[in-house]
């Protein structure tokens, strides 16, 4: 049974950053891409980035690009996201996502097959 637990959210202040978990447990996660996304209050689930887990190559949107950076510890099972220059609108609970993929390009995830938990990020003025 695949288990996608997160960690690391919590209150920072604005312009600071945050390191997010993400500890994949449950089968080999040779064939899948792990992704991140984000849901704030009122608003629809919103794809950040992706990583493909052989090979590591990383797909992050626009709307974070320059500022968020995906990364995995294949060794420790763990995919990561950090935050940097954190603004008020990046509150939100942070989701770790994991879907089997047929390619090697890293791209948009739109229908994971798995997800975790969530974690709370608050960003303060």
């Known amino acids: 049974q695949v288990q996608l637990v997160e960690s690391g959210g919590g209150l920072v202040q604005a312009g600071g950053s945050l390191s997010l978990s993400c500890l994949a447990s449950?089968?080999?996660?040779?064939?899948?891409?792990m992704a991140w996304f984000r849901q704030a209050p009122g608003k629809e689930r919103e794809f950040l980035a992706s990583?493909?887990?052989?090979?590591?190559?990383?797909y992050h949107a626009d709307s974070v690009k320059g500022r968020f950076t995906i990364s995995r510890d294949s060794a420790k099972n763990t995919i990561y996201l950090q935050m940097n220059s954190l603004k008020p609108e990046d509150t939100a609970v942070y989701y770790c996502?994991?879907?089997?993929?047929?390619?090697?390009?890293?791209?948009?995830?739109?229908?994971?097959?798995?997800w975790g938990q969530g974690t709370q990020v608050t960003v303060s003025l």
């Open positions: 996502a994991a879907d089997l993929i047929y390619t090697s390009t890293p791209q948009p995830m739109t229908a994971p097959d798995y």
């Open positions: 449950g089968r080999p996660f040779t064939n899948y891409a």
């Open positions: 990583i493909v887990w052989s090979g590591g190559a990383t």
